[in-house]
């Protein structure tokens, strides 16, 4: 069995074992080839390539000029093909074993600047009951860090208004408890009292806090929609998430001083490396968190 050969009978079993998709074994067949095309210009082959031919290839990779994610996905490719061939023992070694990948700098998605937001949260027609609901859930998206999946499925005895605080059901069903602002405490308010039972009338009771006109609980991607209109209407350019809307807070909060350690807890972050991401906007020793620094939450501290 030649390499080409060899190649195949990888993909075949991606195919059937696997059940990777077809434009994902395209992929591997052409990042496969590709290495199987280096490594006879070297006078190498599957059986033979040591992994000073590997650091070599990625060094080619990267003189071509390839992005580091790139790179990444092609050393991806070829790490489980070595891994096919040792455990079939047609090689007695994986020569990509301890090949270090390249790192891959982590980005952050479109973040709005404070007078964004400001323009961003006064954009809804707070006269109506549906404009009421959707300045509330973008106080609250802000004010509290949440995901987008967390905000449209709280329920109302998530809340405590009078402690100002939600409880949270997260990633792998983790709970917390995430502080919210009084800007945000008393738009939910009026949304409770003004819009959310005018929403509700003749529709069947839900235990979701943030409802359709239907009396049904939000969507992801109702949500995203209304984000999209609404810096539409604010002015803002440059295309936004929902889950940009979670960074600005996050951004916001370590700009005015919060602990990571606290920005961690309140985004529900399980690894405080995940929240290390913000620290290109820290300057100083960071104090407190929430309450006392957040540009919309009613403290004393800077702005």
Known sequence: MNDTARIGAFLDELLVERGLAGNTLEGYRSDLEAFQGFLVTRG?????????????????????????????????????????????????????????????????????????????????????PL??????????????????????????????????????????????????????????????????????????????LFVTARGEAMTRQN???????YAALAGIVQEISPHGLRHSFATHLVKHGADLRGVQMLLGHADVATTEIYTHVANDRLQQVHARFHPRSGGKGES
């Open 223 to 229: 949500f995203w929609y209304v984000i999209r209109r």
């Open 131 to 208: 404009g009421l609901r959707d300045a509330a859930m973008l106080e609250t998206l802000y004010a509290t860090g949440m995901r987008v999946s967390e905000l449209v499925t709280i329920g109302t005895e998530d809340l405590n208004a009078e402690s100002g605080f939600f409880r949270v059901v997260g990633k792998g069903d983790k709970e917390r408890i995430t502080l919210v602002g009084e800007r945000a405490l008393a738009m939910i308010a009026g949304y409770l009292r003004h819009a959310r039972p005018l929403l509700m009338l003749g529709h069947k009771p839900t235990r979701a």
């Open 44 to 128: 190498q082959g599957l059986l033979t390539a040591s992994r000073e031919d590997l650091a070599l290839w990625m060094e080619d990779l990267y003189q071509r000029g390839l992005a580091a994610t790139s790179v990444a996905r092609k050393l991806s490719a070829v790490r489980r093909l070595f891994r096919h061939l040792a455990e079939r023992e047609l090689r007695g070694d994986d020569p990509s074993r301890l090949l270090q990948g390249p790192k891959r700098r982590r980005t952050l998605p479109r973040v709005l600047d404070e007078q964004e937001v400001n323009d961003l949260l006064a954009a809804p027609d707070r006269s109506t």
